[in-house]
């Protein structure tokens, strides 16, 4: 996005400088991980969004830069924790913290990077701190709590459509609000300004992760960059598998639950049936339809709120880059 | 202590209904094992400090009730961890989080406990927040790095006393000091009482953990709670053992060594021969020693603060009081 390649050049500075630092602290057990996740890169797309939040408003978005980089260090504390969870052993194509170093070391931490979010928010214009943290803390809280949730799916036979919408909203799409309204914050926006703003990021998070699921299945796979049909093989409750089951007649109920529990299907003929079953269902386009829901209530968030023309129509510009991924 | 019965019933109170609101809060799965840690109990000398610390200034303690609660639950929080981290089964004569629920479950709810606690300092007076995040934020960060320390110490063959004592201050006696500063900050001293009083909580918590250490060879059994000797068990360096190692000459290095590390010897005959070699080598008045230059300095702290004398003389007493326990 050429709108934000100034701002990119500011945060890409900060974050970097906030790596090396990381680096060099001491107990270096604790912090080079840090510094080494903060270092695998990731679209950097959330601290990116609080300088864009307070550039909206026509304030200088270093004002925003210590917001900025809490956030990207929350969003990578929560990699960290997660991939213990889920032990995965892959963190954007590299070994994660847990498998570098051990589960000791990652959650430990992963808590002191938690911390240290809440340590260089601090650091922030003191007339905006407490606005600040009352908005951080409890968006971390929710992050939790969609973990939570999504955790708890794993294990839960009825989860509904609706349930899903509401765990992808907390564990992913709030922080995206919260990014943008922190930026807001620094600028001095209203609150009512302020308010559309976060409403505008969190459904268009939404709409991200059910398209993220939608391209799981249906992407190209080189350009995708990971495996096609994973959720499909880890029996992964997303939009379109939620949706299938809440669409699917006796015999086809039968059918998907036989290709989710079956030992006896290989991976990939498990995709291929599973994906020819959404097909007849016709849940991919019901899920592309939700998504657009989303973009749609977004955009018409980010009409009400007041600021420079020019500038809302960047961020609706890349609010569709972002979600205009070739599914 | 009767001069601070009305700050614990304030504080009790509150603690009581953080509990049970956590204990009501969904998804249950987090937040159930947030309220099982908090319903333990413990001493909860933290958040009296902070109640103390306002008080101090003949501030409404009740001013500080948030920053109380939010020392209380960051405590209990780096208890889920620490018992994670030390794959401890009990905790204050109870199940721990992690073996009552699981792993993931004790990961997840500590992080929402810490969150949660920077989400319940962001209620305290806005005009006090930007400094107790600061001062919050940062000793948080401390008592990771004292984490790390101490369990960098179970492999490290060269730590010092000097090590320990660094250690131990992160770990234990700035998470006192910052309780006792964020009731001073939320009372509106001045800058120079709120250091006097957070060197003072820091000196009182390095000498507390030097007589604990002490304790858990010397104490009387039935009065400790817990097993007389335990540390010396898992070899666990505490000042009298790295004193114990620097003061040794050859031939006790050598024994300390054999004790240390021989599969033949029972625990209970490690435990006397390890005692009879700090008699010998006077390791225990050296360490109560400490711990009194220790109190002095807290208490010389105490002296250069401005506050009512009454108070100051309660505050004394009730440290001593922490301290004295018939070692």
Redesign the interface.
């Known amino acids: 996005m050429q709108a934000y390649s100034s701002l990119f050049t500011i945060l890409n500075q900060a974050i970097d400088q906030q790596q090396v630092s990381l680096g060099k602290a001491?107990?270096q057990?604790?912090y080079e991980p840090m510094s080494y996740i903060l270092g695998l890169g990731g679209k950097r797309v959330r601290p990116l969004l609080t300088l864009v939040g307070c550039d909206l408003f026509d304030a200088n978005p270093k004002e925003a830069i210590h917001a900025a980089l809490a956030v990207e260090l929350f969003h990578n504390f929560s990699l960290i924790?997660d991939d213990?969870?889920d032990n995965a052993p892959l963190r954007r194509g590299n070994t994660t913290v847990h498998e570098k170093w051990n589960h000791?070391i990652a959650?430990?931490s992963?808590?002191?990077m938690?911390?240290?979010a809440?340590?260089v928010?601090?650091k922030s214009n003191?007339v905006h701190?407490?606005q600040l943290?009352?908005l951080?803390?409890?968006t971390?809280?929710e992050v939790?709590?969609g973990?939570?949730?999504d955790?708890?799916f794993e294990t839960q036979d009825n989860v509904s459509v609706e349930n899903y919408i509401h765990m992808i909203t907390y564990k992913t799409a709030v922080l995206l609000g919260c990014s943008l309204q922190m930026g807001a914050i620094c600028a001095g926006a209203s609150e009512h300004s302020q308010q559309h703003l976060y409403e505008f990021g969190k459904h268009v998070g939404i709409a991200f992760q059910i398209l993220d699921d939608v391209l799981d299945v249906y992407a190209n796979d080189e350009k995708f960059g990971k495996q096609v049909g994973g959720d499909i093989i880890s029996n992964k409750k997303t939009f379109m598998l939620l949706d299938a089951f809440e669409l699917a007649n006796e015999a086809q109920t039968k059918e998907l639950n036989n290709l989710l529990f079956s030992k006896e299907i290989s991976n990939s003929e498990k995709v291929k049936q599973v994906t020819a079953l959404y097909n007849t269902l016709g849940v991919k386009e019901l899920a592309i339809e939700e998504a657009n829901k989303h973009t749609d209530i977004a955009l018409k968030h980010l009409e009400e709120l007041e600021a420079n023309t020019a500038k809302k129509n960047s961020l609706k510009e890349f609010a569709l880059h972002l979600l205009n991924r070739e599914v």
Chains 1, 2 share one sequence.
Do not use: R, T, W
Request: charged share 20%; proline share 5%; with cysteine.
């Open positions: 001491k107990p057990e604790m924790h213990i969870l000791n959650l430990l992963g808590d002191g938690m911390v240290k809440f340590e928010l601090a003191k701190v407490p943290l009352n951080f803390s409890k971390g809280l939790c709590e973990q939570q949730y955790m708890n």
